[in-house]
């Protein structure tokens, strides 16, 4: 008798953007002829800069003539690609070799995959709120017990409020497995060195790892702020980093992303080196590796042609936010995140409920939004909306917002 991971019957509603999408769709079927402005789901919507769309068809091209002609390549990534990320690092100042990083299709996949090399006793600490990939493939594989209202038992929430600035202290006791995000989704803030650096002396000091997810750190326009945690000394030994083409290079649906395991990174129970071989193993028996034509494109996204036109467009998105934010700071409404990140955090006019913000918001104006309850129990009362949209979008958004919403 085939039986089923059970675990899944104790998630707790279905997957966050695909509940809002069959919402807006259950609201459009019911106002027939109404249009939606879409800022809830972070999509990038740009077209792919020049540059890298040259990278992509030079991928394809390559594969039409026999000389040049690739089949499987390696599951981590090709050479060039990872030596390109490693030079990306060091101009950090952070020293890694390309054998650190792999090479992926998304770090989707790659942040609900990595806790599969570590023991199913593990203590898992998330921020809360947070991106749901986290909690999610952590229920999934059995580190908790049932949900309730405030969250899946055995799961160590740490609390991003507005008193701290959203980001979190650190947790009592002994935890094992840590996962931070920053620039931090969904509420916008970018976590500064002495921060992170709290969190890598705990984990140090704990043998605890850190996964840390930057998919956000190309709209870090501060200096000061650190792009990577590796650029906090220590943190090649407790943490593992995830990173993505999709926000910087418009590559959601093209999808590459990249995972850095250093040899130093080590867990309580195994040698410097083994989390590092363990996660070649996994890639190498679960994935046979990026599309060769999409590392292509992903070289050009590196270069310095693409690095300056993917940077525009960057740009572009934040100051979407800009606008968002200075739309609802007019209406009155509190706002946070957006300056160096592409959502904004809104906290819900009259103590509403994050869903019943989303049905107004939408009701009201026709703007979808993504509650932020559904980013873990301290999401609610608040709200994120993406920057990601053509600015005709989101300046109509803006508009609908400042002319119906009725609070
Ligand atoms: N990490 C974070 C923190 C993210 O917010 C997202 C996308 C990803 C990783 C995904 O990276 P890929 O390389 O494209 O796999 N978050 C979006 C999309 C929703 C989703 O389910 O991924 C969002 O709106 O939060």
Sequence with gaps: ?????????????????????????????????????????????????????????????????????SGYGPSEGVGPLRQALAREYGDLGVNLSPEEFFVSDGAKSDSANIQGIFSDDCIVAVQDPAYPVYVDSNVISGRTGAASDSGYDGLVYMPCTEENGFFPALPEGKVDLIYLCSP????????????????????????????????????????????????????????????????????????????????????????????????????????????????????????????????????????????????LQELGITTYGGGNAPYVWLKTPDGLSSWDFFDKLLGECRVVGTPG????????????????????????AVSSMKDNLMI
């Design 184 to 327: 931090n989704n969904p509420t916008g803030a970018v976590a500064t060195k002495e921060q992170l650096k709290s969190f890598v002396d705990y984990a140090v000091e704990n043998q605890a790892i850190i996964f840390f997810d930057s998919a956000y750190a190309s709209f870090i326009t501060d200096p000061k702020l650190p792009r990577s945690i590796y650029e906090v000394e220590g943190a090649e030994q407790c943490a593992i980093e995830f990173n993505s083409f999709s926000k910087t290079a418009g590559f959601t649906g093209v999808r590459l992303a990249w995972t850095i395991v250093p040899k130093a990174c080590r867990a309580e129970d195994a040698e410097p080196g083994k989390l590092h071989s363990l996660w070649t193993r996994r890639q190498n028996t679960f994935f046979n590796g990026a599309s060769n034509i999409v590392q292509a494109g992903g070289m050009a996204a590196l270069s310095t042609e693409g690095k300056a036109q993917t940077g525009e467009q960057v740009s572009f998105y934040l100051e979407n936010a800009r606008i968002i934010n200075k739309g």
């Design 373 to 396: 309850s559904g980013f873990g129990p301290a999401g609610e009362g608040f709200f994120r909306l993406s920057a990601f949209g053509h600015r005709e979008n989101v300046e109509a």
């Design 1 to 69: 008798m085939a039986r089923i991971n059970k675990n899944y019957d104790k998630l707790a509603a279905g997957y966050l953007f695909p509940e809002i999408a069959r919402r807006t769709k259950a609201f459009l079927d019911t106002n027939a002829g109404t249009e939606v402005l879409r800022l809830g789901i972070g999509d990038t919507t740009e077209p792919i800069v020049p540059a890298v769309l040259e990278g992509l068809h030079q991928g394809t091209d390559s594969l039409g003539k026999v000389e040049s002609y």
